[in-house]
């Protein structure tokens, strides 16, 4: 069974740093492509950064050059780094497998329960 | 900036039939998108539905299906059942890495 479980969250002022953890158990992470995903209070999902098995990481332009998406595979966990954060980057953030199959894009099929950032002064 | 649109919301009688579409602000969605959908309840994270526009993911009743109609990706209930009231998500795969989700369609069963 695979199971994602994200950590790392919290309360952090403006302009300030967090680091996310997804540690991931029933998958090999730098054998698949693992995203971030995020989820304003009541609002809809939105798609924040990838980074593929071969290394390649691609961000949203809402985080570009402030989140930093990477893996640790002796541990076997997804980070995501943010930083300069901002009001608007207060969410609930998921860690997300996107599955490539048979050279095409498939589903986001695994998914952790998520962790909060809340960026408050 | 590319925006891709949902219904905000959407309503059907239980045993009903509904369908939620998912286009594009500029363009038509193709096969070339990957379009995919998700099924959202309250504090849960979300769950796969379709992929490859009508392809069902694991464990997805047959009720659900996906399609194109027009120049949009398409998520047909059939014979809706209270449990279907949600949230509904669509994701495009928009090419160099970069993925944009729907706004979402909140659907109500009643």
């Known amino acids: 069974e695979v199971q994602l479980v994200e950590s790392g969250g919290g309360l952090v002022q403006p302009g300030g740093s967090l680091r996310l953890s997804c540690t991931v158990s029933g998958l090999i992470i730098s054998y698949h492509d693992m995203n971030w995903v995020r989820q304003a209070p009541g609002k809809g999902l939105e798609w924040v950064s990838i980074?593929?098995?071969?290394?390649?990481?691609y961000y949203a332009d809402s985080v570009k050059g402030r989140f930093t998406i990477s893996r640790d595979n002796s541990k076997n966990t997804l980070y995501l780094q943010m930083n300069s954060l901002r009001a608007e980057d207060t969410a609930v953030y998921y860690c997300a497998r996107v599955r490539w199959i048979s050279d095409a894009w498939g589903d986001f099929d695994s998914w952790g329960q998520g962790t909060l950032v809340t960026v408050s002064s | 900036q590319t925006v891709v649109t949902q219904e905000p919301s959407f309503s059907v009688s239980p045993g009903g039939t509904v369908t939620l579409t998912c286009g594009l602000s500029?363009?038509?969605?193709?096969?070339?998108?990957?379009p995919s959908w998700y099924q959202q309840t309250p504090g849960q994270a979300p769950r796969a539905l379709i992929y490859?526009?009508?392809t069902r993911s694991s464990g997805v009743p047959d009720r659900f299906s996906g399609s194109i109609l027009g120049n949009k990706a398409a998520l047909t209930i059939t014979g809706a059942q209270a449990d279907d009231e949600s949230d509904y998500y669509c994701v495009l795969y928009m090419g160099s890495g970069i993925w944009v989700f729907g706004g979402g369609t909140k659907l109500t069963v009643l």
């Open positions: 980074l593929y098995s071969g290394g390649n990481t």
């Open positions: 500029s363009g038509s969605v193709s096969t070339s998108y990957y």
């Open positions: 490859f526009t009508n």
